[in-house]
Structure formats: C-alpha cells, structure tokens
C-alpha cells in the first residue's frame, strides 16, 4: 500500500517533468528527416558504420584524392551526393530537410563541405 | 534427402536471378541507371605519376593579340564567372607585351607555370599549397587558411583569392570563399585520364594551335619533342623556378 502510494507519488512528480521534456525536446529540435537514399543503391557500408565512421572516410579520402591523385576511391563525397540528394531539391544541403542538413542541424555539428563543394547532385544544376 | 533441399534451393536462386536480371532490365532500359551502375563499383586510380612532368608549351607566334578563346575555356570548364572586377578570380589571363626599343609585340596566356621549384609552396605556412608527384602545383583547400603568402610570393601573379561566398560550383571543381586558387593544369580531365588541358583543347579546336599541352619527361611526347627542336624559354628564368610551361616566340 505504501509502495503502491510511493509509486504514484514518483508518477505525479516525475511524469510532468518528462512530459515537459519530451516536448521540449521535439518543438526545438525537429528529429532528422532522413530521406531514403536513391531506389536499387547499396550504400558502402552498413548504416551504423556509416553514422559513426563517415567524417574519418571522407577525410582520409580527400587527402588521397587532393594530394595523391588517387580518384575513384570507396567512400566519395560526390557518391553520397548522387545516392542522398533529395528528390525535391536534387541536393543534400539545399533545405533544411536534405539529408546531410538535417541530421547535422540535429547533431548541432557545422560542416562547411559544401561552402566549397556543390551539395547538388551531378547533371542537375 | 541431401539432393531435394538442393535442387529446392537451386530452384529458388535460378528463380530470384531471373526475377533479379527482369528488374535490372527494367530498370535499365530508360538508360538513366546504366550510369548508375557503373559508378557504383568506380575503378580506384593509381594517382600521380612520380615519371611524369605535366607542361605546356605556348607559341606566341601563333597567339592573336586580343583573343581570349583559352582564358574563356579554362574559366567555363572550371566554374568560374567571366571577371569583371580586378578583385575577381583568373586563373588565367592574357597580357599582351611590347619592346620598346623595335616594337615588337606579343600576346602571351599567363597562368600557374608549375615551377619545379615553386615559391608559393615555400612560403605556406600550413602546407595547403604544395606540389604533386607529376608536377602542378596545387592549393589544398581543406588546408588553405587564405593568407595569401602565395600570392606574395609568386612572380608570376598566377593566384586569386576568393573573397564573396560561392554558389554553383562544378562537382569536380570545388572552389569557395577565403581560399587561394590558381591554375590546376586541369587536373580532374587528367585523373580522368583525359591527357588535354580546356585552354590547349580551345586553342586547338578553335584553329590557332598555339597551346600544347604534354609529358614534358616523355622524349616520345608531342611537346617533348618540340621543345628538342624550338626554342623555347621560361619566364623569368633568371630565378631558377623551372616552370613546366615555357613559351616560343618572346
């Protein structure tokens, strides 16, 4: 009985509290609003790896790709521009809703890629 | 036992394989995917060649004083606005010479002249300006800081600086605000293994024949065999830069 009165003491005091937050949580920051890649693509990796691992890929590949030469490598910022541009917009930078933008913005994490490099998918101008 | 589950299996894999090359037929009739599906397994090149030293070889004999069909198609083929302000990016541009004392002139295209020893990569301060294995020099954005030491430095005036944002860049030529740039010897067509710069493609197509771009380390190459046989000599030579363009004629 006193358990059972505990609990819903804890339920009143906590749940609003929650409830505020989840709100909160939601009304600020809008929850990324991943577009599906390309139809019949397959990206290089699994998705976890690629949410963890894609700024280490992009980096070590801009070195080669701008020092050495080397083109054609695994993981391209123009490969994850053909397959992830929205299909509105043919981008992944142009509106808040594009893939990279959004899940960036989620993540309070400023890239400045596309400062130099066009965010647009190739043919599309 | 052991063969019904197989043939079973067989079945089903000869059936999803017709199913799958059905769907892939579909979708590659429009021709839009055939593209597609040739980028997804893109062939990783080598890089540059150590072997090889990229030049050109300018005849000013044959250079009009007042055409601009190369500084057009270098500043198309690498997204660059046509200049109108002197604060502007070029990556190339012509200057047109006179001698005083006989009158003679000339009109020579001026770009990076991917010198061996080249003075904006001495001067960098984080490295961004540096120079590949087969010899142009480049900026390193990812790097640049946009201090413009290089700019400083060259004797040739072959950098821009980029001061107001950017939009519409080319995918393969990445270019923005606060970086240093110059000439790059085009070299995406080169990695693409498209041996043809844009301004020596203009120049040739347009019927002048006054740029040639080549392996200047190659004896068998076009360029390498004109400068056996031409005279040909590198501006400001007296600083002992080796420029990979040299020019005939001046």
């Not at chain 2, 079973?8 to 593209?35: E, N, T």
């Not at chain 2, 590949?132 to 640049?144: N, P, Y």
């Not at chain 2, 019927?207 to 005279?231: K, M, Y």
Request: charged share 25%.
């Amino acid at each position: 009985m006193l358990r059972g009165l505990a609990g819903a003491l804890l339920a009143l005091l906590v749940l609003p509290g929650v409830g505020v937050l989840a709100a909160e949580a939601a009304g600020r920051t809008p929850r990324p609003a991943i577009e599906p890649a390309q139809a019949l693509t397959q990206c290089i990796a699994p998705a976890e790896v690629m949410r963890r691992e894609h700024p280490a890929m992009l980096a070590h590949q801009r070195d080669d790709t701008v020092r050495g030469g080397v083109r054609g490598a695994k993981a391209s910022l123009r490969g994850c521009i053909d397959c992830h541009a929205g299909a509105a917009t043919h981008s992944v930078a142009a509106s808040p809703k594009d893939f990279c933008v959004s899940c960036h913005a989620f993540a309070a994490v400023k890239i400045d890629c596309f400062e130099c490099h066009t965010g647009t998918r190739e043919g599309v101008r | 036992m052991s063969d019904s589950p197989k043939r079973a299996d067989g079945g089903r894999r000869a059936w999803l394989g017709a199913a799958a090359a059905g769907v892939a037929g579909v979708v590659l009739a429009p021709g839009v995917r055939l593209i597609e599906v040739a980028r997804a397994a893109p062939a990783k090149t080598a890089g540059a060649d150590p072997a090889v030293r990229w030049g050109l070889l300018i005849d000013t004999t044959k250079c009009a004083p007042g055409c601009e069909d190369c500084v057009r198609a270098c500043h198309a083929e690498n997204g660059l606005a046509p200049p109108t302000r002197p604060t502007d990016a070029r990556w190339m541009r012509k200057v047109e010479i006179k001698e005083m004392k006989t009158g003679r002139q000339a009109s020579v295209p001026v770009m990076c002249q991917h010198c061996a020893e080249p003075p904006c990569v001495d001067v960098c301060p984080t490295g961004a300006s540096f120079k590949r294995a087969d010899g142009i020099v480049l900026v390193d954005r990812h790097r640049c800081i946009g201090c413009r030491y290089c700019m400083m430095a060259c004797p040739y005036k072959a950098r821009s600086f980029v001061h107001e944002p950017l939009a519409g860049q080319k995918p393969e030529v990445p270019r923005g605000k606060g970086c240093v740039e110059g000439c790059t010897l085009c070299v995406h067509r080169l990695d693409r293994g498209q041996a043809l710069t844009a301004c020596a493609e203009a120049c040739t197509r347009a019927g002048h024949g006054a740029i040639l771009f080549g392996d200047l380390n190659d004896p068998a190459s076009e360029i390498a065999r004109r400068v056996r046989e031409l005279q040909s000599t590198q501006l400001r030579a007296d600083l002992k830069l080796d420029p990979g363009v040299r020019y005939h004629g001046i």
